[in-house]
Structure formats: C-alpha cells, structure tokens
T-cell receptor, first 112, second 114 residues
Framework: EADIYQTPRYLVIGTGKKITLECSQT?????MYWYQQDPGMELHLIHY???????EKGDLSSESTVSRIRTEHFPLTLESARPSHTSQYLC???????????FGNGTRLTVT | AQSVSQHNHHVILSEAASLELGCNYS??????LFWYVQYPGQHLQLLLK??????LVKGIKGFEAEFIKSKFSFNLRKPSVQWSDTAEYFC????????????FGKGTHLIIQP
C-alpha cells in the first residue's frame, strides 16, 4: 500500500477550468516530485522540491505550478486546463537525494 | 541529456520461462540505477537498485539485475517467471551530481501466459 496519496484518481474536466491535483505523503520525506506520463511513454519530471518553500522545474516544460508549504503536501495546479494537458500525473517522494522514489497511484486527467 | 532505452516494449512469455529485459543508459559518469514495477491497477514500486559495489544486485520476488559499466547496461533477469509477474517494468537512472529526479525508460509491458 502506497504511503503517498493522490487525489483525485481520475478527473475529467472542461477546457479553461482551474484544477489542483493533490499529493500527500506520511513518511516525512523532504524530496518530492511530480512526473507526467503519457500511455506507452516514459515518465517525465515536471516539478520537484527539496523541502518546504523549495520548488524547481523539471526536465519537461509544463504550464503547471506547484507549492510546498508543508513537508507532507505537494499540490500541482493548472490555472487553465487544455486538452494538451490530458495525461497521467504521478507524485513521488524520496528520503535522500538520488535515492529510490516512492510513488502514489497517480491522477489520470482528461481535459475535454 | 541523459536517456534510458528499454529495447523491448512488449514481451510475452510462458510460466517458468526465463526473463531478461534490456536497459541501456547514455550517461558515462557515476550513476544510480533502478528497476521499478507497476502491477495492474497499482502504483509504481521499487524492484531493485544499484548504487555501488557488487554489480549483481538482487531485488524482491526473485528478480536480479547486473550493472555492466562498459556496456552502459542494467538488464533485469528472473530465472523462472510466474503469472503474477505480469506487469509494466521501468528502468530508471540518476546521474551522479546531476539535477534531481530520475530519468525513466519507456517501460516494458510483460505478459506471462499460464
């Protein structure tokens, strides 16, 4: 059972809506990550955080933003959803830099 | 930029067959290497990892992987697969000193037929 919780598991939303994908972990990990994955493709890092008040952009450019006000919480926000944002979003955390990642179940986002 | 190649996107085997999934990466320096598995309907979970030392690493459920530095490879193996091994398998690499986060391959969808 994952110690990282992502909600919602599935989301279908219309173009132009603002959405926030939630991610929480109970392990006290400082490092947290957001990956984006399209079907049959590799995971791409879009955001990461080293700890509270730390956020960095990943390898893949994304119109989403993140915040890290509390250690356990790392939400991702899209101000205005578009069909090109349709994808699966995976949240992960790590105890140490470069160490193994613990993943949540993901959020499958569909923008119509 | 770092890249990870998994050569087999779909593999179908019968139970008790031996398994080897290929993984090659592009970075020439120090790396941390990982294999993750995603069973149907479940989250990605760590299968095994290599940081340093013995290049043959053993993971959960009878899986092992061998790091061959000269070939930039980290192939996953299992001598005898079971139906429950049906899953998606991802190889991932973290280059030493590089930006945070792992670089993943596209994954291999493994189907084990009873």
């Amino acid at each position: 059972e994952a110690d990282i919780y992502q909600t919602p598991r599935y989301l279908v939303i219309g173009t132009g809506k603002k959405i926030t994908l939630e991610c929480s972990q109970t392990m006290g990990h400082d490092k947290m990550y957001w990956y984006q994955q399209d079907p049959g493709m590799e995971l791409h890092l879009i955001h990461y955080s080293y700890g509270v008040n730390s956020t960095e952009k990943g390898d893949l450019s994304s119109e989403s933003t993140v915040s890290r006000i509390r250690t356990e919480h790392f939400p991702l926000t899209l101000e205005s959803a578009r069909p090109s944002h349709t994808s699966q979003y995976l949240c992960a955390s790590s105890e140490v830099l470069g160490g193994p990642l613990h993943f949540g179940n993901g959020t499958r986002l569909t923008v119509t | 930029a770092q890249s990870v190649s998994q050569h087999n996107h779909h593999v179908i085997l019968s139970e008790a067959a031996s398994l080897e999934l290929g993984c090659n990466y592009s970075y020439g320096g120090t790396v941390n290497l990982f294999w993750y598995v995603q069973y149907p309907g479940q989250h990605l979970q760590l299968l095994l990892k290599y940081f340093s030392g013995d290049p043959l690493v053993k993971g959960i459920k009878g899986f092992e992987a061998e790091f061959i530095k000269s070939k930039f490879s980290f192939n996953l193996r299992k001598p005898s697969v079971q139906w429950s091994d049906t899953a998606e398998y991802f190889c991932a690499v973290k280059e030493g000193g590089g930006a945070d986060g792992l670089t993943f391959g596209k994954g291999t969808h493994l189907i084990i037929q009873p």
